[in-house]
């Protein structure tokens, strides 16, 4: 089976960096996905890490350890527009698309 | 546009009345899938299909079908809803080809409210 595991709440200051920790288990690895939400929209896409290390896309960088089951979302120069729900998710090996959402951790930007 | 179309955005029904919510993409993914979130619960898979006439059902199936009789269209069927399915629907698509990558495009979701 699977579980991942986010914290559920978390606040940062503008400008200010935070980091978005996610650890999973899993009985076999296809990589990690991270989502974000805003409220009642549809989340959407900000990584995909298939391999150990950190690969960062403008003020957003993620970080996969694979040996450790641990993956976090880093983000820099915050601003109030990443007040959001943050997903991590997993596809389960052998199982086609099934992918597993964690509970997601509200993110608030404060000034 | 590349993208996934959900209708209706809001829907309010009672209990025991049929509703369909429409879900069609224009990317030509093999791959689409239907979530609820619940709060405290995140997004739970109700359905997915990996391709026309195959579909498989996910963690939380009760009280829904499915069909998916073109690759573009995937309807979620409430047969008879009731009060616990009040939720917020997405449903989603990407492509399986390899080296497609494995990003989940999502439509923009339905809010359900079953009185």
């Known amino acids: 089976g699977q579980n991942i595991d986010q914290p559920t709440e978390m606040t940062a200051t503008e400008g200010a960096i935070v980091q978005i920790n996610c650890t999973y288990q899993?009985?076999?690895?296809?990589?990690l996905f991270w989502y974000q939400q805003h409220a009642g929209e549809a989340p959407t896409f900000l990584s995909y890490?298939?391999?150990?290390g950190l690969e960062e896309k403008g003020r957003f960088s993620s970080f996969l350890s694979r040996s450790k089951g641990y993956s976090y979302l880093l983000l820099k120069e915050l601003q109030m527009k990443d007040s959001a729900s943050y997903l991590c998710?997993?596809?389960?090996?052998?199982?086609?698309?099934?992918?597993?959402f964690g509970q997601g951790t509200e993110l608030s930007v404060k000034p | 546009e590349a993208q996934v179309t959900q209708n209706p955005r809001y829907l309010i029904t009672v209990t025991g009345k049929k509703l369909t919510v429409t879900c069609s993409q224009n990317?030509?993914?093999?791959?689409m899938s239907w979530y609820r979130q619940d709060p405290g619960l995140g997004l739970r898979q109700i359905y997915y299909?990996?391709?026309?006439?195959?579909?498989d059902k996910g963690d939380v199936p009760e009280g829904y079908k499915v069909s998916r009789k073109e690759k573009r269209n995937f309807p979620l069927i409430l047969e008879s809803p009731s009060p616990n399915q009040t939720s917020l629907y997405f449903c989603?698509?990407?492509?399986?080809?390899?080296?497609?990558?494995?990003?989940?495009?999502f439509g923009s979701g339905t809010q359900l409210s079953v009185l």
């Open positions: 989603a698509s990407r492509s399986i080809r390899q080296g497609a990558g494995e990003k989940l495009f």
């Open positions: 899993t009985s076999g690895f296809n990589g």
């Open positions: 890490n298939v391999l150990d």
């Open positions: 998710a997993l596809p389960p090996y052998n199982q086609g698309g099934k992918l597993i």
């Open positions: 990317m030509n993914h093999e791959y």
């Open positions: 299909s990996m391709n026309v006439e195959v579909t």
